[in-house]
């Protein structure tokens, strides 16, 4: 999944010159945490809520009226492209405390916005959390063809996979697979599991 089928292309932007009063206006109107700051198509600077508050001290209402969005902003802006992988997004996000991420082309113009509530709309979709079926997580050994191991069981068992997830910890030689499958009726699937020498460690009922 890529950052242009996640983002929003529909992006509220200011521009330098504005007021800060105008901004404060939008940020409470449509409820954002950062807007991008544009000028002749291109991100110039991110404004966020925690800008405003750590102004809040020169706050008068003269500030407000008199100020500009370019008081305030931030000018060094890390974007993503289109085509950048959403992992990617998210990664950069997290490791630079970002509530947001300006999508740029390679010319360097605005393209969208993703956001946190975005990346948790993609991870709820990736996991197959709006999928009824059930989640059955199995802790296994780190070699080579224990997924193709697993996914053979569970076609046999005749249940379509949902999702499948991974995660082994650093320097470990053990890690967790986590299925999401298709199906309420999973106790033969459990049990070839079992069978097939996998540890089960949790099994539970996932609904839409």
Do not use: C
Request: hydrophobic share 45%; proline share 5%.
């Amino acid at each position: 999944m890529f950052v242009k089928d996640v983002m929003n292309p529909n992006v509220i932007t200011v521009s330098p010159e504005d007021s800060i009063a105008h901004l404060v206006s939008l940020m409470r109107e449509h409820v954002y945490e950062a807007i991008p700051v544009k000028s002749n198509g291109k991100v110039v600077g991110m404004v966020t809520a925690w800008d405003l508050l750590s102004n809040l001290p020169k706050m008068s209402q003269n500030f407000l009226e008199t100020g500009k969005v370019k008081d305030i902003m931030s000018t060094k802006v890390i974007t993503v492209s289109p085509d950048e992988i959403v992992e990617m997004a998210a990664y950069y996000m997290y490791f630079h405390d970002l509530d947001a991420l300006p999508v740029t082309d390679d010319k360097d113009e605005l393209q969208g916005i993703i956001t946190e509530s975005d990346l948790f709309r993609t991870f709820v979709t990736m996991m197959g959390l709006r999928t009824k079926g059930t989640r059955i997580t199995l802790d296994v050994p780190d070699r080579p063809g224990v997924l193709a191991d697993i996914t053979r069981v569970v076609k046999e068992s005749g249940i379509s996979i949902a999702s499948l997830a991974t995660y082994t910890p650093p320097e470990q030689r053990r890690g967790n697979v986590i299925l999401r499958v298709k199906s309420v009726h999973v106790k033969q699937l459990v049990d070839a599991l079992v069978q097939a020498g996998f540890h089960v460690v949790h099994v539970s009922q996932v609904w839409e």
